[in-house]
């Protein structure tokens, strides 16, 4: 069965660091592009930083473009957000996502809340 496991979020200090993680199983990992959404209270799901299959190529919205770094390992069928320099407006349900851009496949994990806050 297809699954997606996030981990590593929780609560964090401004100014801190956390690392998500997405355990994918189930499908073949390299072939989906995989990202991470966010979601915080009272508003609409956002794109944060997506990756291609190979690891190639990313892209990262404009608000975390220097802070997050996405990255993945195919070898261990895991996606991971690094998230430096946190500020209070990080604070979100984080999604993973995978998408096989040439189907329509497309999985999402249950989610992992980061909270930022002094």
């Known amino acids: 069965q297809v699954q997606l496991v996030e981990s590593g979020g929780g609560l964090v200090q401004p100014g801190g660091s956390l690392r998500l993680s997405c355990a994918a199983s189930?499908?073949?990992?390299?072939?989906?592009?995989m990202s991470w959404y966010r979601q915080a209270p009272g508003k609409e799901r956002e794109l944060v930083a997506a990756?291609?299959?190979?690891?190639?190529?990313?892209n990262y919205a404009d608000s975390i473009k220097v802070r997050f770094t996405i990255f993945r390992d195919n070898a261990k069928n895991t996606v991971y957000l690094q998230m430096n320099s946190l500020k209070p407006e990080d604070t979100a349900v984080y999604y993973c996502?995978?998408?096989?851009?040439?189907?329509?496949?497309?999985?999402w994990g249950p989610g992992a809340q980061v909270t930022v806050s002094s």
């Open positions: 990756i291609t299959g190979g690891g190639s190529s990313t």
């Open positions: 996502n995978a998408q096989y851009v040439r189907g329509p496949r497309i999985y």
């Open positions: 189930g499908f073949t990992f390299s072939l989906y592009d």
